[in-house]
């Protein structure tokens, strides 16, 4: 089972970035994508990004052009740059480690504690 760590959250004006780091560890399955969701008080997680392993990336449409989803593989590390951050971007963010199944992402890990991210107008 994989363990993931989410870290790099914080308070930013908006119009500002953050780069938020997934850290996985544990065992690994081949095959896997990582994904970004987030979460904003009464509302359902919702995915932001994904990465295939073989690094195709796939954003929400909210996100397009402003986010970034990356990995470091010989650190196991997975990263979301965030630019021109908005207020709606509020949200505590969780990575997930999954695959790809008839096009749609199964995530296959628990969830961590995410990191919150704060957007001020």
């Known amino acids: 089972q994989v363990q993931l760590v989410e870290s790099g959250g914080g308070l930013v004006q908006s119009g500002g970035s953050l780069r938020l780091s997934c850290a996985a560890s544990g065992s690994t399955f081949s095959g896997n994508a990582i994904a970004w969701y987030r979460q904003s008080p009464g509302n359902k997680r919702e995915l932001v990004a994904t990465?295939?392993?073989?690094?195709?990336?796939n954003y929400v449409t909210s996100v397009k052009g402003r986010f970034t989803i990356s990995k470091d593989s010989a650190k196991n590390t997975y990263y979301l740059q965030m630019n021109s951050l908005k207020p709606e971007d509020t949200a505590v963010y969780y990575c997930?480690?999954?695959?790809?199944?008839?096009?749609?992402?199964?995530?296959?890990?628990?969830w961590g504690q995410g990191t919150q991210v704060t957007v001020s107008r």
């Open positions: 990465i295939s392993s073989g690094g195709s990336t």
């Open positions: 997930s480690a999954g695959e790809f199944q008839s096009g749609s992402y199964l995530g296959k890990s628990d």
